[in-house]
């Protein structure tokens, strides 16, 4: 009889040189709205779901096994703000929130602060940091004749 042996996980590595990923605005579990991303190398490194109804309250950001990094809560629904916190939704206690998002674009993290800026296109956005340089930029990805690929598909450099 075969034996089945887990795979050793993939543990995203953080360094100060630039990395780019592909952004695909497509979940992998069917009957679930989120999106995939991968590294350089083709190896999907992060998903993002909410397994419910699109426009859900609470969204998983999670690494390739599944395992939830963070929960992404909205708290104020008609002031559009965002909160963030390590772990799913089960270990969460009245912590402190990892980072906060307002609607408006700004950005509040343990790290920093951050604003959301949208570029030329729905599918184009920087993220600035406090001193006003550009900590990481998403647009439309482009295959390597030069060719734009679907608006679900995007490249994001940080």
Known sequence: MAKVHPLPPVVPKVSSKRESFT??????????????????????????????????????????????????????????????YKGDSSSLNKEKPKFKVTKKGHVNAEAGCYTLEALAGKSAFKIIDCRGGVFAEARRKKSSSRVVLGEDVLSLVV
């Open 23 to 84: 952004i695909w605005m497509k979940s992998l579990v069917m009957q679930a709205n989120g999106c995939t991303v991968y590294n350089e190398n083709g190896e999907i490194v992060y998903r993002v779901d909410n397994y419910e109804k699109k426009g859900s309250n609470e969204v998983y950001v999670m690494d390739l096994r599944g395992k939830v990094l963070y929960t992404i809560l909205r708290r104020v629904w008609f002031l559009g703000r965002w909160e963030g």
